[in-house]
């Protein structure tokens, strides 16, 4: 499994071969996405004597974003499969962001349209794809500079094994660190109709 170290990483080594370019996609409602299947049900809830029960993953359960994470790994995994691997294209996943960097910039557009497709093939919602036009972009609550040609993550370091805990963990120490939490407003985009995320019975 990826930590927030090894993704800064690979993008480092990118980024001192040359001139690069690197596209974003932004998932949207992520943990409602996944369906699940809870035959106990676990995870119900009674409201004013109705019970409630979830049919996705729910975003406040503990484990939802290492089962999102494990999902997500999965449709990436199955879209590298069938599209031929090139040296040039690298893509890294981290939580709801999948971000596609290379060399050429035909490739890493041409990439980045196939994936979206994919995605939208295998269920996930896209709310909006960034273009690496601008000097600066964020992945993974840290700043990318393609003006300096170079990863700024002073505050990132603590929370390189933050997937192995759970989101309020994350949440904690990156106050701690003063990193930058995560922004939950949407900057426009598609959005497609989704089940009920309660459905009662």
Known sequence: MQTVSDSLNGMAEIQSGGEWFA???????????????DPYGILNICVDGQMFSWKVCPQ???????????????TIDSFARTHPKTADIHIWTYVDD?????????????????????????GW???HIGELSRPLFSYAWCNMSKRR??????ACKP???????????VRAICTRTGAQRPNNRY???????FPAILDGS
């Open 98 to 122: 999948v971000v596609i960097m290379g060399h050429d910039h035909t490739v890493v557009r041409m990439t980045t349209a196939k994936l979206k497709d994919h995605l939208s093939d295998q």
């Open 60 to 74: 406040g359960y503990r484990k939802a974003p290492a089962l999102a994470v494990a999902v997500m790994n999965g």
């Open 149 to 154: 040609q170079k990863i700024t993550t002073p």
């Open 159 to 169: 929370c390189n094994t933050f997937i192995h805990a759970d989101l309020s963990t």
């Open 23 to 37: 596209t974003t996609l932004d998932l949207k409602d992520m943990f409602y996405s996944i369906p699940i299947h």
């Open 187 to 193: 900057k426009g985009g598609l959005s497609l109709t």
């Open 125 to 127: 919602t896209r709310q």
